[in-house]
């Protein structure tokens, strides 16, 4: 199943320089995968693809696998069962096309967050400060600032966190509840932002339970129950 | 996109110093536990100076010992706070280049402490050694690492165990016993100048390889055991 | 589980046990120097050869694990750890007790016993990290200790020859071994061997039902669970008793180790009843 080409939006040369190693690939292909933790299956036998540049939302009750589902996806835990691919390839193989968001932020307190994004950028392999700057201040806060992240409110280190998890130009997103404890304007600002980054031709997979924001920007609702695929649905005429 | 593991590594130290530096909440510890071992070793053994000189070896190590642990027990728990963990293993660095980072980070703390601890031992034991001085250097530089490798390995491992703090000491003690009857031994016989060292010296250092290289071979796959 | 091989080697292994039993408390020649006590040596080395030959299956069983993330070999590492680590207490047990009489003293901290100590550490070290690691991780971090373990094993016994020679060396090896002693070494040696497979058979069955969660094959285990007992009854056959009441030493001997072998038994048929319990709630659900 091959995906359309036609896409009415401009693409930066960053952004087509992941697509370009990967173009027959999906973003995301799970194929009959299970994650069972001695007595319990967390994940039950999930299939499901994804297609590129669409923003994916991922909801079910507390304990229903979206969590171990994302992780899995991420390359963070290994499937019982079954297979994972990004972009053709093993999770772990596609590290450098995949960007990571959780609730935890993910970043050192006693750093800055110039500090931190640098510090990131030097097990990307990037060199260019330039990169970390604009990916600050695309998610609204200054490159100069030397206040270190442990003093940063939470929508603050929200947004550094997904700084971090963009400024390497990954092709997918994949986001584990990184509204939790933020401040509704710094949601709405991030939700935007990741709408936009939809729009550049990104896929984006986010686990949350905080629907309101996403309701007109997402593409379309998985559901997870009890660790199994049961539902899927399109949003008519996708995001905003 | 790819960094060599010599360059991360020593980004590694590089950063893992730079926050203990900020914090010192580790430093800071340590040294005050450093000390309390000392006097209280102090108090509970009051030996003459014949006798010191065969009881510093194990009475040493034994300190030296109880600093690594808790020294190590905190080498993860930057890593943990926060889940950075995770932002490593999500990135394409080389798990290796972050394993020898921390083990080289731990060791400059630990060699840190016992560079304070030693002559205090040698104040309050009034302790002079008759073999050369570099001798003890060198097996206190290797079987402190012989310590650290081990037990920063053991310590990734502990992160995914119910009680962290006391697996660490557990799954390490039994494992690094031959090190540290070595470095004991080595000391003892340093000190009271009865023959050369160089037998300990020389497995010290195959045991360090040996480990090293066991260490490094199976890091990845303990880090990823989840 | 329960083939009729289990049945069949149980049997062989109950006949072998009482048989070399009978060897070393009737047949064997007493010792020149120390008598009867000596007798604990019929059933101290098998334990520990059987407890050697489980470790190396661990070892070999956890590098399978790490190369092919198989739960069968997860299984037999286990199996041989913990069946090992009973054996091997066993040997520490009845060691000392011997030593004791032997030499006046219960430990002497010579290469090979301080190496056997060390060993019997690692290993335990090995089972507490199994039960305290988060499931889903177990496995693979028990296999990498396993592995560090087998390394550390040959350095721990350079080290010990090297590093600690200022002890007395006592003779315990079976060098210059009477011809008749011999025979009744090995046969001990082919009983305890038996014995050691017929358990570590047991826990690794015990083991893969706990992976599988069938009840079916929760039933057939406990058919089996009988068998196990069986080779311990013959501790009450009469001519053994005659023999056993000569010597103190001997007795605290047989009965430390007997405790031993039949607690743990006991603790297998505990998870058995366990699994017994979990299984019938699932067929609930």
Known sequence: MRPSRARPRRLSPRDTEGLRLTTDALPVHVEGVSKIYGRTAAVRNVSLDLMPGKFYVLRGENGAGKSTLLRMIAGLSEPTEGEIQIFGSKPHDAREHMGYMAHAPLLYDEFSGMENLEFFAGLYGIESRAMLTEAMIRVGLKPELTRRVGQYSQGMRQRLSLARAVFHAPQLLLLDEPFSNVDPDSATEIAHLLAAMRNEGKTILLVTHQLGLLSK?????????????????AVPQGGA | MSQSLIKLTAE???KDLRLEWRSRDVLNSMLFFALLVVVIFSFAFSPTLEESRRMAGGLVWTAFLFSTVMALNQSWARELRNGVLD??????????????????????LVLLLECLMAPLFMVFYNLTSVGPYWQLAVVFLLGTWALVVNGTFFAAMSIRTRNRELMLPLLLLPISIPAVVAMVTGTTLILTGESSPLTQIKFLGGYCVIFTTACYLLFETVLNAE | MKSPFFYLLAII?????AWGTYQALDVAPAEATMGDAQRIFYYHVPAATAASILFLANFVASIWFLWKRSPVADAIAVTGAEVGVVFFGVVLVSGPIWARYAWGTFWVWDARLTTSLILWLLYVSYLILRSSSETGSTSVLAAALAVFAAIDMPIVYMANRWFRTSHPQPMIGTDRLDPAMQKVLLWNMLAFCLFALLIAWFRFDLERTSQKINLLHIQKASKGAIAVVMPAVFLFIDPVREHMLQHRYMVFGYVAVWTIYIGYMLYLFAKLRRLHREADELEMT
């Open chain 2, 12 to 14: 590694q130290v590089g």
């Open chain 1, 217 to 233: 920007m997402a593409d379309e609702f998985l559901f997870l129950s009890a660790g199994a695929l049961v539902n899927r649905e």
């Open chain 2, 87 to 108: 932002a490593y293993r999500v990135s394409p660095a080389p798990p290796e280049a972050l394993f020898f980072g921390k083990c080289i980070g731990n060791y400059l």
């Open chain 3, 13 to 17: 292994t109950l006949g072998l046990l």
